[in-house]
């Protein structure tokens, strides 16, 4: 009986530790959803200090500055809606560094227990406090295209991470050591994603989604008139060329066609490797869900062309690209397993 009891311990602070974790991993997937209905609901100024919402902890104290400001601008930034929304994300990003402390106070204090490293765990703690000022610099750089997009892929990083952190809680599948050689393959699979995920960031965070309203053509032509230096100037402000001129539409159009094509050149790489890992044991299940996710981003993207950005179509367009990340990175770490993995007669088929 006293064997068993210290035992029962270390299952239950698993069990707890697994739980926190993936509490935490899908509070971040929220959040880059919700960031995402921030961003294209304008909502992003809606409170234009930071941390608070002129110098209050919510917009009920901040009300007459709010009313003040929708006033003398109706069509502006700033409306009571628009300062629940920013707030709640705020709030919601507080909670999910103080889940993040919970989970590596936990790593150090369980690490026998738990019997893992606790360096994982305590990685993600400078990512989100990274993520918290990134979200800072989005206002007080009056949503600088470079600074929303490195925010947006910041989280998507956090969610990596974080689903790698789960997928070392729970009890992998045995795969075939073979399948180890493909482990490589996804890794670039993972690259060309953050590349869209950073094509699509700026496509968002420069409100080019309907630079061209034809598909598969653009604005009539395969090579539309397009200026990609002045859409791929870094350092400039929202809206604007880095010579403070107004962003030209031919500038808009270079940032749609590139995230639009290179979608493809993702649909195609990560289909083809999906197809081929779905026929081993173990990596089935998130290999038909990246084939099925697949087509899924390319339906809401087309979509949001034709139906011209419905709100819930570019969230839900979003939170896809989390959770291709989210597969890509399942299939990272159980190939991983397999590159050590003994040959226990599981096999291809």
């Not at 409170?47 to 709010?66: K, T, V």
């Not at 309907?210 to 350092?235: K, R």
Request: aromatic residues 10%.
């Amino acid at each position: 009986m006293d064997t068993q009891r210290p035992e029962q311990g270390t299952s239950r602070i698993r069990a707890r530790y697994a739980r926190l974790v993936a509490i935490t991993m899908f509070l971040t997937f929220d959040l880059i959803m919700f960031g995402a209905f921030v961003r294209l609901t304008d909502s992003g100024l809606g409170c234009p200090d930071w941390p608070g919402c002129y110098g209050n902890a919510s917009p009920i104290g901040a009300r007459h500055d709010i009313h003040a400001a929708a006033t003398a601008m109706p069509e502006g930034p700033v409306t009571l809606s628009k300062a629940w929304i920013e707030m709640i994300h705020r709030y919601a990003g507080t909670l999910l560094g103080i889940l993040i402390i919970g989970i590596v106070f936990m790593a150090w204090r369980h690490r026998k227990a738990l019997a893992q490293s606790p360096w994982l765990a305590t990685v993600i703690l400078p990512a989100v406090c990274l993520q918290g000022a990134f979200g800072a610099w989005t206002v007080t750089h009056q949503l600088m295209p470079a600074v929303v997009t490195a925010h947006l892929l910041g989280g998507i990083s956090l969610l990596a991470l974080l689903t790698w952190l789960s997928a070392r809680q729970t009890v992998l599948p045995d795969i075939v050591p073979e399948a180890g050689r493909w482990r490589k393959y996804v890794a670039v699979g993972l690259v060309l994603l953050y590349t869209q995920l950073a094509l699509g960031g700026w496509v968002s965070t420069n409100y080019a989604a309907l630079a061209c309203m034809d598909f598969p053509t653009c604005h009539g032509q395969w090579l539309p008139d397009m200026d990609f230096h002045g859409g791929y100037s870094i350092v400039r402000g929202l809206g604007e060329l880095p010579s403070g001129e107004i962003i030209s539409q031919s500038a808009l159009t270079a940032i749609h066609w590139t995230h639009r094509n290179f979608a493809f050149v993702v649909l195609i790489y990560l289909g083809a490797l999906a197809f081929r890992l779905r026929r081993y044991e173990g990596l089935q299940g998130p290999s038909r869900a990246l084939l099925a996710m697949l087509v899924v981003q390319l339906l809401t993207g087309l979509t949001s062309i034709f139906l011209q950005w419905p709100i819930v179509i570019a969230v839900l367009h979003n939170g896809g690209a989390a959770v291709l990340t989210i597969l890509c990175v399942t299939l990272l770490v159980r190939l991983g397993r397999a590159r050590h993995a003994p040959d226990n007669g599981a096999r291809a088929y």
